[in-house]
């Protein structure tokens, strides 16, 4: 006879862990992908991060579950890139690199419409990390700009203004590449 294999109850932190922050591991893991670039590094960062946030559950006090997850991914895609290629630090404010001329309404709309997905992605990855991590976190997460500011931990006047500059940037690669191909 065997003995009965005696069964523990379920946690209910992992369960509340569970219920509260894997809904999101699917925004997560983009974030990561759009950060560090790579699928296999993301799901490194994704991992780890998903690890922190479990040993530091007890520091949620309420809010959204989704924007204090995402800032601890966005943490942990930096320090993985710190430690494992260097500097990617966020591009210096230049006026003339990041200033643009008025153009006619619209003209940014009309790149993104048609550009298709590849080209769209492409130009994402020419972006740099503090343009391209709002774009993500707004355009294809669709986080609100507070959201945005809890996870980037920035004033929601700089997610607004990155989030206008990288859209501008985006749209201008996205014309130039549509040029080429015309």
């Known amino acids: 006879m065997r003995a009965k294999e005696k069964r523990l109850p379920d946690d209910p932190k992992t369960l509340d862990f569970d219920r509260m922050f894997l809904p999101h591991m699917g925004a997560a893991y983009n974030l990561a992908r759009w950060l ?3 699928d ?6 994704v991992q780890e991060a998903y690890l922190r946030a479990f040993r530091f559950a007890s520091g949620f006090r309420g809010g959204d579950p ?12 930096f320090t993985w890139l ?3 290629r260097g500097s990617d630090s966020p591009a210096e404010f230049d006026d003339k690199v990041h200033t643009r001329e008025i153009e006619p309404r619209g003209l940014e709309a009309d790149a993104v ?16 990390s503090e343009f391209r991590e709002v774009i ?12 945005i500011a809890t ?9 607004m203004s990155r989030l206008a500059r990288g859209r501008a940037k985006l749209a201008r690669l996205l014309k130039e590449r549509l040029a080429k191909e015309q």
């Open 151 to 159: 996870a980037a931990d920035l004033p929601i006047g700089t997610v």
């Open 40 to 45: 296999h590094d993301a799901q490194d960062v």
């Open 36 to 38: 560090v670039r790579d």
């Open 66 to 77: 989704r924007s204090w997850i995402l800032a601890i991914v966005r943490n942990t895609s």
């Open 82 to 84: 710190s430690r494992n």
């Open 113 to 128: 419409r048609q550009a298709d997905g590849v080209m769209v992605r492409a130009a994402l990855e020419e972006l740099a």
């Open 136 to 147: 993500v976190m707004r355009d294809i997460e669709g986080l609100s700009y507070k959201e």
